[in-house]
Structure formats: C-alpha cells, structure tokens
T-cell receptor, first 111, second 112 residues
Framework: GENVEQHPSTLSVQEGDSAVIKCTYSDSASNYFPWYKQELGKRPQLIIDIRSNVGEKKDQRIAVTLNKTAKHFSLHITETQPEDSAVYFCAASSGTYKYIFGTGTRLKVLA | NAGVTQTPKFQVLKTGQSMTLQCAQDMNHEYMSWYRQDPGMGLRLIHYSVGAGITDQGEVPNGYNVSRSTTEDFPLRLLSAAPSQTSVYFC???????????FGPGTRLTVL
C-alpha cells in the first residue's frame, strides 16, 4: 500500500540555524504534499504545501522542495526560532483519496 | 464558524465497552477522515469519507466503524474497546483529499 517515510525522527538545531526534514513517498500517483506543524497538546495545522506540478515553494522562512523522479520532498526552515520547536508531519495524497502521513519529526530549537 | 469539533475531549473505557466519538464540521467539506496518533507512529488513517453515504477504510480500520449520514457529521464507533486502542483520535475535514485538512481538537482515549 501507500507509504510515506520521514527522517529524521528527532532534530536539534541551534537558534538561527537551518533545519531540513525529508520525506519519501511510494505511490507515484501522489500529487499533493502538505506539511503540518503540531505543538505540544495541540492539533496539527498546515504550514505549507506543494503540488506535483511545482518543484519548489517558499513562504518567508519556510520552503518545500519536490523531486518527483526520486519521489521525495523536503521541508526547509531557515533562521530557526524557539517557537519553531514542535513536531512536523509530511503527508502525501494520491488519487485513491487516502491522505497518508509520515511518522513525524520532533524539532528542538536550542536557544 | 466553529470549524471541526470533537466530543468528548477525554474518555476512559474498560475493555469490551463500546462508544462513539463524535465529529462535526460546519465548513461544508465533502472529505472527512479519522486518524489515531500514537507516539512514534505519526497519524494513521482509520476511515475516511468523500461525501454523505460514502465511506472507506484507511490504514488501520479494524475495530472501528463509521457512517456518514450528513455532510456535517462523521462519528467513529469503537465496537469492543481493547487496550491497543488507547490513543489520541483526531477528526479532520477538507474540500477534497488534495487540500488542506482542518483538524479537530482531538479525543484522548484510554482503554483499561
């Protein structure tokens, strides 16, 4: 079945450094790739998404890149701040209507 | 708009008991889904619906039933609770599977 692998599971960076989280998907029919942020005790919320007809998308300090050939996509956070500390999930949606999430990355930004 | 609401927020069950987790949305979304969240395992899809009267299984459907009689409501039923069903459950909705999903606040379920 469809699968989304996410790495690393935990990531610690110094404040001001960059953070990169990578995901790989298995279903070649996947065409929508969102990223969600979940703060402790809260619900997941969308931070950025990308569709299969685009290779890169930026929103201030956050960017996502997509390599359809390799079936992987990445989240890049620049100039990290303490409030970026959270769990980040990638997801992939395919034509089967299943929205499959990765296992999450716990990001810690050290002050 | 209230968005996506879930009840209850917390629930403790004994093994073998049944219960229904409620989910409602007021955004007229066609796509609704249920996830369970366990440490280190991310969000796993239990069941989903693409519209009233249409439901299908996700990754981990065993032990759960759903129905979708209206666009707004998508309840999740635990038929005979087991300790393995201890988890945090999230309901979500979106216009289509290829759009942002809006999550409810979650239900923390403990099965003893």
């Amino acid at each position: 079945g469809e699968n989304v692998e996410q790495h690393p599971s935990t990531l610690s960076v110094q404040e001001g450094d960059s953070a990169v989280i990578k995901c790989t998907y298995s279903d070649s029919a996947s065409n929508y790739f969102p990223w969600y942020k979940q703060e402790l005790g809260k619900r997941p919320q969308l931070i950025i998404d990308i569709r299969s007809n685009v290779g890169e998308k930026k929103d201030q300090r956050i960017a996502v890149t997509l390599n359809k050939t390799a079936k992987h996509f990445s989240l890049h956070i620049t100039e990290t701040q303490p409030e970026d500390s959270a769990v980040y999930f990638c997801a992939a949606s395919s034509g089967t209507y299943k929205y499959i999430f990765g296992t999450g990355t716990r990001l810690k930004v050290l002050a | 708009n209230a968005g996506v609401t879930q009840t209850p927020k917390f629930q403790v069950l004994k093994t073998g008991q049944s219960m229904t987790l409620q989910c409602a949305q007021d955004m007229n979304h066609e796509y609704m889904s249920w996830y369970r969240q366990d440490p280190g395992m991310g969000l796993r899809l239990i069941h989903y619906s693409v519209g009233a009267g249409i439901t299908d299984q996700g990754e981990v459907p065993n032990g759960y039933n759903v129905s979708r009689s209206t666009t707004e409501d998508f309840p999740l039923r635990l038929l005979s609770a087991a300790p393995s069903q201890t988890s945090v459950y999230f309901c979500a909705s979106s216009w289509t599977p290829n759009n942002e999903q809006f999550f409810g606040p979650g239900t923390r379920l403990t099965v003893l």
